[in-house]
């Protein structure tokens, strides 16, 4: 993936975690349960922190180029988003748990990303300058 498509996939993934925040918060405070908005408000929180650190890592990219770590960092980042936070809106917009089994799944793709950071952080070459 090119950093260009990783710098709007993350801008997508953080308006999106702002309008379904917007949403739940006011449109659709009568028709859902407390327990169902507070997993709405759990995945945009977690959406939202992570298209961030995708951000972070794409521009990160610009300084220290497509690293392997970097890279699977934000494989990690896109992945645990659409698992973590998708299933979190299924549930809470569904009612069903067919798909709760993928958020844990989410979660350990998060760690994952974070984790493939710390090693590309830790790599003698990286830098926080321009290439």
């Known amino acids: 993936m090119k950093i260009k498509q990783l710098i709007m996939l993350a801008a997508l993934f953080a308006a999106l975690a702002v309008v379904i925040g917007a949403l739940s918060a006011h449109a659709l405070q009568q028709q859902l ?5 507070q997993w709405i408000a759990t995945a ?26 970097l890279m699977l960092s934000s ?13 979190l809106y299924f549930l809470a917009f569904s009612g069903s748990t067919a798909l709760v089994y993928l958020t844990p799944l989410g979660g350990m793709a ?16 990286f830098k926080l300058e321009r290439k």
Do not use: D, P, R
Request: proline fraction near 0%; glycine fraction near 8%; aromatic fraction near 14%.
């Open 33 to 37: 349960s407390a327990k169902e908005l």
């Open 44 to 69: 945009t929180e977690y959406q939202q922190y992570h298209a961030l650190a995708l951000l972070a890592v794409a521009l990160l990219m610009i300084c220290n180029g497509k690293s392997k770590g």
């Open 75 to 87: 494989y990690a980042f896109i992945v645990a988003i659409v698992l973590f936070s998708g299933s």
């Open 110 to 125: 998060f760690i994952i990303g974070w984790l493939a950071l710390f090693c590309a952080a830790a790599g003698s070459q």
